[in-house]
């Protein structure tokens, strides 16, 4: 099982880069019977149908990196080392203090998401299966980009619950529509986030940045503007477009928020941060 789609433009190609790393919903049998969660669950913690909102991105001028695995398999906004001694009780250097690291150990509502503590040795095979190639393979298409355009735009796509829930800092509090994560406006040109405000503003979208995500692993890691990398990771409100509660697209709703989307791509494939 392929842990990743990448899909570049044959022609009219831009300086944008989409990433969407939680919308797969796959779980290879390698990993199966170490896995804790149902089909439910895997959907209600994934970034369902993030990537067919991109899906026009191609078609804009932008790359496309997409995700084919579950979140539960490997978290791909974590870093390799992001890991608690509760779920790999013999690993020789963890940094992570939380159990949604890397690999999570509990679902979002604070289910078991493991059967057992993985052991170091299974831990580095699922990151060199699934983990290393996805980043690879982004890290190496931002080197091209960079190379034949002087720059690289990298959007991480994701989406959150409309609501804040148990075990998240805002717990119970509704969310912006869209909340764009920039590290504190350090991971990209003011250029390029200025643009991603007002094109949602214009919308009639509520933007609120940093709050609740600054941005993850890919944010912090590939976010480096002053050697050409400029990351921003969007997190729209899901309630925008599906049903919380059944998983259904709002057909209408999607259709507007995906023709949107493909806009922001256009436009961010004509800004030059330099």
Same mark, same amino acid.
């Given at each position: 099982?392929?842990?990743?789609?990448?899909?570049? @433009?044959? &022609?009219?190609?831009?300086?944008?880069?989409?990433?969407?790393?939680?919308?797969?919903?796959?779980? @290879?049998?390698?990993?199966? +019977?170490?896995?804790?969660?149902?089909?439910?669950?895997?959907?209600? #913690?994934?970034?369902?149908?993030?990537?067919?909102?991109?899906? #026009?991105? @191609?078609?804009?001028?932008?790359?496309?990196?997409?995700?084919?695995?579950?979140?539960?398999? /490997?978290?791909?906004?974590?870093?390799?080392?992001?890991?608690?001694?509760?779920?790999?009780? #013999?690993?020789?250097?963890? =940094?992570?203090?939380?159990?949604? &690291?890397?690999?999570?150990?509990?679902?979002?509502?604070?289910?078991?998401?493991?059967?057992?503590?993985?052991?170091?040795?299974?831990?580095?095979?699922?990151?060199?299966?699934?983990?290393?190639?996805?980043?690879?393979?982004?890290?190496?298409?931002?080197?091209?980009?960079?190379?034949?355009? &002087?720059?690289?735009?990298?959007?991480?796509?994701?989406?959150? @619950?409309? /609501?804040?829930?148990? $075990?998240?800092?805002?717990?119970?509090?509704?969310?912006?529509?869209?909340?764009? $994560?920039?590290r504190g406006r350090t991971s990209a040109d =003011?250029?390029?986030?200025?643009?991603?405000?007002?094109?949602?503003?214009?919308?009639?979208?509520?933007?609120?940045?940093? +709050?609740?995500?600054?941005? $993850?692993?890919?944010?912090?890691?590939?976010?480096?503007?002053?050697?050409?990398?400029?990351?921003?990771?969007?997190?729209?409100?899901?309630?925008?477009?599906? +049903?919380?509660?059944? &998983?259904?697209?709002?057909?209408?709703?999607?259709?507007?928020?995906?023709?949107?989307?493909?806009?922001?791509?256009?436009?961010?494939?004509?800004?030059?941060?330099?």
């Amino acid at each position: 099982m392929l842990p990743f789609e990448l899909t570049v @433009p044959e &022609g009219g190609r831009t300086p944008v880069i989409v990433e969407i790393p939680h919308a797969g919903l796959g779980i @290879p049998e390698a990993v199966r +019977d170490e896995t804790a969660v149902d089909a439910l669950r895997v959907m209600r #913690d994934a970034d369902l149908y993030v990537d067919a909102l991109y899906a #026009d991105a @191609p078609a804009r001028g932008a790359a496309l990196l997409t995700a084919t695995l579950s979140r539960y398999v /490997v978290d791909l906004n974590r870093a390799p080392d992001d890991v608690d001694l509760a779920t790999v009780p #013999d690993h020789p250097a963890p =940094r992570g203090v939380q159990p949604r &690291g890397v690999v999570w150990r509990l679902t979002t509502d604070g289910l078991p998401a493991l059967r057992r503590p993985l052991t170091f040795a299974e831990l580095s095979v699922r990151l060199a299966r699934y983990h290393a190639p996805y980043h690879e393979a982004l890290h190496a298409e931002l080197l091209r980009t960079r190379e034949r355009f &002087g720059f690289a735009v990298l959007v991480a796509g994701h989406s959150m @619950p409309s /609501v804040g829930r148990a $075990g998240h800092a805002d717990t119970g509090t509704r969310r912006a529509d869209v909340v764009p $994560g920039t590290r504190g406006r350090t991971s990209a040109d =003011r250029r390029i986030i200025e643009l991603v405000d007002a094109h949602f503003r214009d919308a009639g979208l509520s933007v609120r940045h940093d +709050d609740p995500y600054r941005g $993850g692993f890919t944010t912090a890691h590939y976010g480096r503007p002053q050697e050409g990398f400029h990351t921003i990771q969007i997190e729209l409100n899901r309630a925008l477009y599906v +049903d919380e509660r059944s &998983g259904k697209r709002k057909a209408r709703d999607f259709k507007r928020l995906r023709r949107l989307l493909a806009e922001l791509v256009e436009k961010l494939g004509r800004v030059d941060p330099r």
